[in-house]
C-alpha cells in the first residue's frame, strides 16, 4: 500500500532522528535537516516501488504460467487470420513452435476442407461483438474455436479446444444408434416399443407386422389387447403392473390370431427400462408355431417308438446316451424280473448281477463301443452259466445304435432265449449220430479254441508293436522339436551377440580411427590413407556382422513384428539373386503369436532359398492370408516343377522336411503342389493363436530408453 506524504514525512523524520539527535536549528542546519528527510523519504519511495515491481513481475510470472499451461490454447488473430500470440498448449495442438507461429496464418494450420469454413468464421467474428463458436479439423485432430472481438475492433481473442475424443464418442454413438436400428429392423422375433404411461405401441419392428398382417401405422397407438397378444384390457392392465414390480414379465404360450385370421402360438417376454431418462417398455414376441408341432410329433414319434418294442415278438431293451437302461419290453423283463430298481439304472451296475465278470466285461465293453461308433454287433450263440439263478442259458442276441426320437443316440438290444431249443437239438443229434457228433464238437471246440488263443496273442502282438511304434515316433517327434526350439534359441542369443557386442565394438573402432585420421590430418598423406583404407576394412566387417546376425535371427523381427522383416529379406533376396518377388500380407498377422510368426519367417526363408537353388524362377509371390481358425502363407513360383513324393520320401530335400517339422511342431500343415509349366506352391496352414508373450528383452530395452 502506497504511504501518504504526511505519514512518508513522519517516517523519515523517526529514521533521521534514530540515525542523528536533532540539535539547536539554525537556518542551514534546518535546510540541511530538510534535505536529509528529502533524501530519506526517497529512499522509502524507491524500495516501495521495487516491492511494488517484485509483487508485478510475480503476478506476470504466475499469469503467464497460467496463459502458457492451461489446458486449452489461447490465441489472438488479426482480422485476416495471422498469429498474433498463442500459449504453449495452442502451439502443442497445431504441431509447431510458438515462436514460428507468430505472424503465421492460422488458416493454412487447418485441413484442406475446412479452411473456407474458417475464413468465413473469422467474418463472423469480427461483424459483431457477441461469441462466435465452431469446429474445425486440423491434419490430425479436431478442435472447438470459440472467438471474440477485441474492444478495439482489430484483433479477436479464440480459446482452442481439442474435441476428437468427444467427436470419436459421439461417432461411436451414431454408429451404436445405427447398428441397434438395424439390428431392431432386421430382427428374426417381433419387437414392440410401449409407453408405460399409455400402454400404447409407439414401434414396431418389420418382423411384427408380418406375424400380425397389420401395417406399422395401424400398430402404432394401439394396446396389446387390441391386437390379439393379450386376453382383454384387464390382462393388458395386469402384466403392466407385474412389469413395474418386477421389470421384467414372461409368457411361455400364449396363442395369437393375425388379423387375416391365421393362427400361432408365441412366446412373449416383457422388460421395463430406463431410456434417455424415460421409462421404456420392450416385448419380444417369438414365434414358436412350428416349434409346438415339432414337440407334438416328438411325443407321438416316442409313443410309436414305446408301442413297437413293447409288441415285439422277442426281448428288447434300450441302453440311453448315459448308460442307463430307459426302457425295458414284457418279454426282455423275465430276464430282469428281480432286480429293482431297474428302469433307470446304470447298465454296467445291473449286467453283473445276472453274470460273472467274466462274461459281464466284454459285453458292457461291447455296449460302449456301439454306443460311440455306431458300429452294429452281432453276438455269436451265448451259453453261459446266470449268476443269480445259477442255471445255464442260451441266447441269440445283436445291438444297434439307434437316435431315439429325442434326437439322443442309444444301443437297442434285441436278443432271444434260445436255450429250450438248443437242448431239443442237443438230444436229437445225440440220439442220431452221439459218437461221432462229440468227436467232432470236441475236434471243433479245440481249433476253435486254438484258432481263438493264436487270434488273441496276435492282437495282443499287433497291439503292443503299433504301441512301441507310436511311442518311437512320439520320441522321434519330440525330440527333432526339441533340437529345432534349441537351434532357434541358439540362432536367437547368436544374433543378439554380433548386434549388440561385436557390431558396437567395431563401430567403437571405427569411431577412434575416423578421431585418429582428424587428428593426424597434420602429418603425411601416407598416414591418412592407411586410416581411410582401415576404416573401410571396419564399415565393411560391420556390414558382414550386420548381414550375419539378419541370417542368424532378424532383430527387426522382434522388434518390427513379421510383415517387416519379411520385407527387409525379400529385399535383400532380390538384390542377391535378381529375381522379382511380391510380397502381400494382412496386418492382422502382427496378433500371431511370436512362436507361429517365427515359422512362417523360417518357411519363407527356406523356400526362397529353394527357389533361388532349384527352380530356375523369374517371379516368386507371396501371400499370408486369414483362413477360419488358421494363417495360411504360400510361396508360388514360376520356375522348374520336380516330383514332390520323391523329394520328400527320398529324404535328401532337408529343407522341405524342415519346413513340414517346423510347422508340424506349432500344430501347423505343410503341402507342396508343383506343376510342369505352372511351378511350385508351398502352403503352410498355422492355427490362429493370439500372442500372449511378454516383450522381448530389446522391446523392453527400447522401451527403457524412450
Known amino acids: 500500500m502506497k504511504a501518504s506524504p504526511a505519514t512518508l514525512r513522519d517516517r523519515a523524520e523517526t529514521r533521521l532522528r534514530e540515525k542523528k539527535p536533532r540539535e539547536a536549528a ?111 479439423a486440423l491434419p490430425h485432430r479436431t478442435v472447438n474455436i470459440e472467438a471474440q472481438r477485441s474492444p478495439n475492433g482489430q484483433e479477436c481473442r479464440a480459446v482452442v479446444v481439442d474435441v476428437t475424443d468427444r467427436k470419436h464418442v459421439e461417432d461411436a454413438v451414431r454408429r451404436s444408434e445405427t447398428r441397434y436400428r438395424r439390428l431392431f429392423e432386421a430382427a428374426h422375433d417381433g419387437v414392440l416399443i410401449l409407453d408405460p404411461g399409455t400402454r400404447q405401441i409407439t414401434d414396431a419392428n418389420p418382423y411384427m407386422t408380418r406375424l400380425l398382417d397389420y401395417p406399422h401405422d395401424q400398430l402404432v397407438g394401439k394396446e396389446l389387447f387390441e391386437i390379439g397378444l393379450l386376453k382383454d384390457e384387464s390382462a393388458s392392465q395386469e402384466m403392466f403392473r407385474k412389469l413395474k414390480r418386477q421389470h421384467e414379465v414372461r409368457y411361455e404360450d400364449l396363442p395369437l390370431e393375425s388379423k387375416t385370421g391365421r393362427h400361432q402360438e408365441v412366446e412373449v417376454v416383457a422388460n421395463l427400462y430406463q431410456e434417455n431418462g424415460h421409462a421404456v417398455i420392450q416385448c419380444n414376441i417369438r414365434d414358436i408355431t412350428v416349434r409346438k408341432r415339432a414337440e407334438e410329433a416328438l411325443l407321438r414319434s416316442e409313443a410309436l417308438f414305446s408301442t413297437l418294442i413293447e409288441q415285439a415278438p422277442f426281448g428288447i431293451y434300450v441302453v440311453d446316451a448315459k448308460f442307463r437302461l430307459q426302457q425295458v419290453n414284457v418279454r426282455a423283463l423275465a430276464v430282469f424280473k428281480d432286480i429293482e430298481p431297474l428302469i433307470g439304472r446304470n447298465f454296467s451296475e445291473v449286467l453283473p448281477l445276472l453274470w460273472s465278470k467274466r462274461i459281464s466285461d466284454p459285453i458292457i465293453k ?118 529345432l526350439q534349441a537351434q532357434e534359441e541358439e540362432r536367437k542369443r547368436i544374433s543378439r551377440e554380433l548386434h549388440d557386442v561385436i557390431a558396437q565394438t567395431l563401430t567403437g573402432i571405427n569411431i577412434r580411427l575416423g578421431t585418429l585420421k582428424q587428428a593426424a590430418g597434420l602429418n ?61 500380407a494382412f496386418a492382422g498377422v502382427e496378433q500371431a503369436d511370436p512362436a507361429l510368426r517365427t515359422v512362417l519367417y523360417r518357411v519363407a526363408q527356406e523356400a526362397l532359398t529353394n527357389v533361388d537353388r532349384h527352380a530356375h524362377a523369374s ?88
Request: net charge positive; glycine share 6%; with cysteine.
Open 26 to 136: 539554525t537556518e542551514p542546519q534546518r535546510v540541511l535537516h530538510e534535505l536529509q528527510v528529502h533524501q530519506i523519504e526517497l529512499e522509502m519511495q524507491n524500495a516501495e516501488m521495487q516491492e511494488a515491481r517484485d509483487r508485478m513481475e510475480t503476478l506476470l510470472e504466475q499469469y503467464t504460467d497460467l496463459y502458457d499451461f492451461a489446458p486449452v490454447g489461447y490465441f489472438t488473430f488479426t482480422t485476416a487470420g495471422v498469429i498474433q500470440q498463442a500459449n504453449l498448449t495452442g502451439s502443442r495442438l497445431v504441431g509447431i513452435e510458438r515462436a514460428k507461429l507468430v505472424g503465421r496464418h492460422f488458416g493454412p494450420l487447418l485441413a484442406t476442407g475446412t479452411r473456407l469454413a474458417f475464413t468465413t468464421f473469422l467474418q463472423q467474428v469480427f461483424a459483431s461483438q457477441a461469441k462466435q463458436s465452431g469446429d474445425f
Open 366 to 483: 461291447r455296449f460302449r463301443h456301439t454306443l460311440k461308433t455306431g458300429e452294429p454287433y452281432q453276438a455269436p450263440e451265448f451259453n453261459e452259466r446266470r449268476r443269480d439263478i445259477g442255471e445255464m442259458q442260451i441266447y441269440e442276441w445283436q445291438i444297434q445304435r439307434v437316435t431315439l426320437p429325442s434326437g439322443e443316440h442309444a444301443v437297442v438290444a434285441f436278443f432271444n432265449d434260445i436255450t429250450e431249443r438248443k437242448k431239443a437239438e442237443w438230444v436229437r443229434r445225440r440220439l442220431d449220430v452221439l459218437t461221432a457228433s462229440n468227436q467232432k464238437l470236441e475236434q471243433e471246440i479245440v481249433h476253435r479254441k486254438a484258432v481263438e488263443d493264436a487270434l488273441r496273442q496276435s492282437e495282443r502282438q499287433q497291439g503292443e508293436m503299433l504301441t512301441q511304434s507310436r511311442a518311437m515316433q512320439e520320441q522321434l517327434r519330440q525330440l527333432s522339436r526339441q533340437v
Open 524 to 584: 603425411t598423406k601416407d598416414f591418412g590413407r592407411n586410416i581411410a583404407r582401415t576404416q573401410r576394412l571396419v564399415e565393411k566387417s560391420v556390414g558382414i556382422v550386420h548381414r550375419f546376425a539378419r541370417e542368424l535371427r532378424p532383430a527387426v523381427l522382434d522388434d518390427l513384428g513379421l510383415i517387416p522383416a519379411l520385407h527387409a529379406y525379400l529385399k535383400s533376396f532380390m538384390a542377391d539373386t535378381g529375381i522379382r518377388v511380391s510380397l502381400r
Open 619 to 706: 517371379r516368386v509371390a507371396v501371400s499370408i492370408e486369414p483362413l477360419p481358425q488358421c494363417l495360411c502363407m504360400k510361396i508360388t513360383d514360376d520356375g522348374q516343377a520336380f516330383d514332390v513324393e520323391r523329394a520328400l520320401q527320398g529324404g535328401k530335400r532337408l529343407g522341405l522336411l524342415g519346413m513340414r517339422e517346423r510347422l508340424e511342431m506349432v500344430g501347423g500343415s505343410f503341402s507342396i503342389t508343383s506343376t510342369p509349366g505352372k511351378g511350385t506352391t508351398i502352403e503352410a496352414r498355422l492355427p490362429l493363436r493370439k500372442s500372449r508373450a511378454k516383450p522381448t528383452a530389446r522391446r523392453a530395452k527400447a522401451k527403457s530408453k524412450s
